[in-house]
């Protein structure tokens, strides 16, 4: 069975860029996580969706982030304009509510802004 | 804020030895999840244990949980150099929720 997939692996870009991210969630479940990893501030959660709803937007660092899950097999993470500190491996997790919480995480993007 | 906090931040030991690393948090949960990161990779959930449990075990992992303390242990036996990681606890942040908080981790080296 395919895992979370993220793309693109690594994305190098300079200031003041676009940058999108991308996840497809395992299929059937329904609940999206992404997150946020650096070594200063460790793994933090940004957003997360259920059933295709945002439910908690309040880890979103600033108006520079926006996510959407247009559907159930797919969702963007969108940083305009980046900035050098947004540099940090950004993961999507996926889960089904009412599993006990537990969430299956993707490779990660490794973001580096320039 | 509820947060895991894993303890020690690095272990370094030998293969074959027992690895065991602590995680205290700070409100009441339901339950309590361990997951693992090997380098460059994404977490992989590696056991969850329920508030009224006081242990399991996986494998190789045997897992103690004591709400009275706050606290959870993850023991590793007969530790191999694939065990080399980095092990973080995580907690819902309100008692049922699906929103996970991550402790900063213990990385753990396994030396042949």
């Known amino acids: 069975d395919a895992g979370v997939i993220q793309s693109p692996r690594h994305e190098v870009t300079e200031m003041g860029q676009e940058v999108t991210l991308r996840c497809k969630p395992i299929?059937?479940?329904?609940?999206l996580f992404w997150y946020r990893q650096t070594m200063m501030r460790g793994l933090e959660l940004l957003i997360y969706?259920?059933?295709?709803?945002?439910?908690?937007d309040s880890g979103m660092p600033e108006d520079r982030f926006s996510a959407k899950m247009p559907n159930a097999s797919f969702s963007t993470l969108k940083i305009q304009p980046s900035e050098p500190r947004d540099s940090a491996v950004y993961f999507c997790?996926?889960?089904?509510?009412?599993?006990?919480?537990?969430?299956?995480f993707g490779p990660g993007t490794r973001l580096t802004v320039l | 804020s509820q947060q895991g906090e894993e303890d020690p931040q690095a272990l370094s030991i030998q293969e074959g030895e027992n690895a065991t690393m602590n995680c205290s948090y700070k409100t009441s949960i339901n339950n309590l999840q361990w997951y693992r990161q090997n380098s460059g990779r994404g977490l992989v959930h590696l056991i969850l244990?329920?508030?009224?449990?006081r242990e399991k075990h996986s494998g190789r992992l045997r897992v103690t949980l004591d709400t009275s303390k706050k606290s959870s242990s993850l023991l590793i036996t007969a530790s191999r150099a694939a065990d080399t990681a980095s092990y973080f606890c995580a907690t819902p942040l309100i008692q049922g929720a699906q929103k996970l908080v991550f402790g900063q981790g213990t990385r753990l080296t396994i030396n042949p």
């Open positions: 244990i329920r508030s009224n449990e």
């Open positions: 969706f259920n059933n295709n709803v945002p439910i908690d």
């Open positions: 997790a996926s889960g089904t509510s009412g599993s006990g919480n537990t969430q299956y």
């Open positions: 299929s059937g479940h329904n609940s």
